[in-house]
């Protein structure tokens, strides 16, 4: 091929490059002008009516707040429990669904010497796991069990074991594999081969993506709650029932919802840090 | 691992000291762990829980969901006689077309409920025949029900309530009479979902897949105003059961929030990303306030953010969208200044070396490092947001998650509840799919 064919194919490829970026960002500015405006209909309240009321509700509550005085203090200590509780589903949710999530990966990857046949099974299955929204699970068991938070931490915990399954395998397509032949060379059992010769390679990334989960699930048993599954979101939702003068109950439970994501993301992001070096730590 | 050896001599004290400290922590972790369980046992109260447990309301649940229920009321007040599925008044049976063991005679029926249970409907009295038991008779009366049960029966079994104003029979879970002063009301339930495609009132009702499709093709016009297969999709999205069109429509307002709200987090996180950078700020204090920007919209959360907008927005689409863009622009833009930091100086300077301007610095030097890990996230939080954006919906934004919330709370048909219910986990499926299909293509080329 002579230099100039070369050229001339470089420039047609760019022009195809070209063109096809062009085509994804008509789509994209397509896609939010034509949904934007679309949603706008459908919404009950517009836009642009919403604006100037967009600072009403959050001024209200801050004004009840503020005149509560050091009340609001003692509200925020009121409703720690509920707090507690949410906190609570999230930390058993995110440990049952681990321990779940575990076998899930070491049965399905073939870098850990799963079954063969296996494998393809639980890889549908954590799919189908991630996929159900948490959401349904717990309707569902709100039914069966009543309200409590109980059916919330099954729904996180079971939604926790497919995502984290899914992570977990892929760490561990990426071992060495030298430890596993050594083990095996000396006649280890396979769940010997998995705690000596995977476990330790892995437990850092794992406890990593713990971390994470932990703090995706703290948010996600809030907003659980609301929905009649206990915790501080089953508190938020009764505050904000009864109208007009108990914003400052509703802005307690905002501050301390605020606070307790905020304190979660940081301890986590600190740990995850340590645990796995900056840059890495997502 | 290069260790500097000279100066730190390993000795067996240290390796012991760290075998045990090791062989502790392998105690101590489960039991610790194991202790907080406990603890969270008794602090959820599942002792309790589990007496008061209904499993005979997922029993119900799982039944009513694979079949549905024809209701042969007798309203005595009026005196008339109807069958109808579910009870509704608009889906009503007339008398050519009663379903299988209902036969109506004139205001009175008997109905077979099938395996010898046989309900008579004879003026203002129902008996019931009831295998291995006997015929239990119910009479309504001004003042309330009389009932009779058959001689020697014995102690009077647990699914036969028995009150002056009430008579309620449930010798299965699939046969269930009640009579009160007003009325007689027995369901009959079948298999199936009934009228899912068409309603009674459609003209396309009863008919054949083939039939459809003949009708479909076919050039006369069984309404002059539209086509035929048109009027049969009208006919299908109206039915006033299965609502199918208001469900579609409260998906695509679902699918709509994800995307709306994920792209437009996209776009403002990345510019604000470049702001939260070392590498491209130098100001340490604009820097520290677009980060301290981020941590903000992260830690509201979306559960309040979707709260406000409520207030604001009213329920639909655009709060939910709005309510998504909010928390994601945090966690994108936090995620994107992450890999701006990270990226490869060296291709930057190479392009500078062209003697490039910033903006085509930026273009053709920083872009393509990010785009993956930019492409890849925007997907990934597209898929996780369509499952928030159900549990938004239920806090009142709209969209699928209040249409499941609301029917699970009338917790009528629970047919209905799990057609919804499966329509969303397709859909969950499809985005899930559709984005990891689309990273493979964009990122790896495939």
Same mark, same amino acid.
């Given at each position: ?282 | ?179 009160? =002063? ?180 930026? =273009? ?83």
């Amino acid at each position: 091929m002579t230099v100039a064919a070369m050229e001339e194919e470089i420039l047609s490829l760019r022009k195809r490059r070209q063109l096809y970026s062009l085509i994804g960002l008509l789509l994209v500015v397509a896609v939010m002008v034509s949904g934007y405006s679309k949603s706008n209909d459908m919404n009950s309240g517009g836009f642009l009516q919403g604006l100037s009321k967009f600072f009403d509700y959050p001024g209200e509550i801050v004004l009840e707040a503020w005149q509560a005085g050091p009340a609001f203090f003692g509200l925020m200590v009121k409703y720690f429990p509920a707090m507690l509780e949410t906190l609570n589903i999230a930390a058993v949710a995110t440990l049952l669904g681990a321990a779940l999530a575990v076998v899930l990966a070491m049965a399905s990857t073939r870098n850990v010497d799963s079954w063969g046949p296996l494998i393809p099974v639980v890889r549908r299955m954590m799919d189908i796991m991630r996929a159900f929204p948490e959401l349904i699970i717990a309707l569902f068991l709100i039914f069966v069990l009543g309200s409590s938070p109980v059916p919330a931490m099954i729904a996180v915990a079971f939604h926790t074991a497919g995502a984290l399954g899914k992570l977990f395998s892929e760490v561990n397509e990426n071992i060495d594999r030298k430890p596993i032949e050594g083990l095996s060379a000396c006649g280890a059992s396979w769940l010997q081969r998995i705690r000596y010769a995977v476990m330790p390679q892995v437990a850092p990334n794992y406890l990593s993506y713990f971390l994470l989960r932990l703090e995706i699930n703290v948010r996600a048993s809030a907003i659980l709650g609301f929905v009649g599954a206990g915790g501080i979101g089953q508190e938020l939702r009764r505050t904000i029932g009864w109208g007009q003068g108990q914003g400052d109950e509703t802005a307690a439970i905002f501050v301390l919802l605020f606070i307790t994501i905020m304190l979660i993301d940081q301890v986590s992001s600190y740990l995850r840090g340590k645990l796995v070096g900056a840059g890495r730590a997502h | 691992m290069s260790t500097d050896t000279l100066e730190q001599v390993v000795t067996p004290q240290d390796v012991w000291s760290k075998v045990r400290q090791r062989a502790w922590m392998t105690v101590l972790v489960p039991v610790a762990v194991l202790a907080y369980l406990t603890y969270t046992w008794f602090a959820f109260g599942v002792p309790d829980l589990l007496a008061k447990a209904q499993p005979e309301r997922a029993v119900i649940l799982a039944t009513d969901s694979v079949a549905y229920k024809v209701h042969v009321t007798k309203l005595l007040r009026r005196d008339i006689l109807e069958v109808a599925i579910e009870g509704e008044r608009r889906a009503t049976y007339d008398d050519t077309n009663l379903p299988d063991g209902v036969e109506v005679d004139g205001k009175d029926a008997v109905v077979d409920l099938g395996d010898g249970y046989i309900v008579e409907i004879d003026d203002r009295t129902m008996r019931f025949t009831i295998p291995g038991y006997g015929t239990v008779i119910g009479t309504a009366t001004n003042t309330g029900v009389e009932t009779r049960l058959p001689e020697n029966a014995g102690e009077v079994p647990e699914w036969l309530k028995i009150d002056p104003k009430k008579l309620d029979l449930r010798p299965t879970l699939d046969r269930r009479v009640q009579v009160t =002063r007003t009325k007689i009301e027995v369901h009959n339930y079948f298999g199936g979902w009934e009228n899912f495609w068409f309603p009674f009132s459609s003209e396309f009702y009863g008919k054949s897949f083939s039939q459809l499709y003949a009708l479909a093709l076919s050039a006369d016009r069984l309404n002059p105003d539209y086509s035929n297969l048109w009027y049969m999709v009208q006919d299908f999205l109206g039915n006033p059961d299965w609502q199918h069109g208001e469900i579609f429509i409260a998906l695509f307002e679902t699918i709509m929030m994800a995307v709306l709200g994920t792209i437009t987090a996209a776009l403002f996180g990345l510019p604000l990303a470049f702001l939260a950078a070392r590498n491209f700020t130098p100001s340490m204090f604009l820097r520290f306030g677009v980060r301290r920007l981020f941590d903000f919209l992260r830690g509201i959360d979306m559960l309040i953010w979707s709260l406000i907008f409520i207030r604001a927005f009213g329920l639909g689409p655009l709060t939910g969208a709005l309510a998504i863009a909010f928390t994601d622009t945090g966690t994108l833009g936090k995620l994107f200044s992450e890999a701006l930091e990270n990226i490869d100086n060296k291709q930057v300077e190479g392009v500078r070396a062209t003697g490039a301007n910033q903006i085509q610095r930026y =273009r053709f030097g920083v872009i393509p490092q990010i785009l993956p890990v930019f492409v890849s996230q925007v997907l990934y939080f597209l898929e996780s947001n369509t499952r928030s954006a159900t549990v938004i919906g239920a806090l009142g934004a709209g969209g699928i998650g209040l249409m499941l919330v609301e029917t699970m709370k009338t917790s009528r048909d629970w047919e209905n509840t799990s057609y919804i219910i499966i329509l969303t986990i397709v859909v969950v499926i499809m985005m899930d799919q559709t984005s990891g299909w689309l990273r493979r293509k964009l990122i790896e080329g495939k």
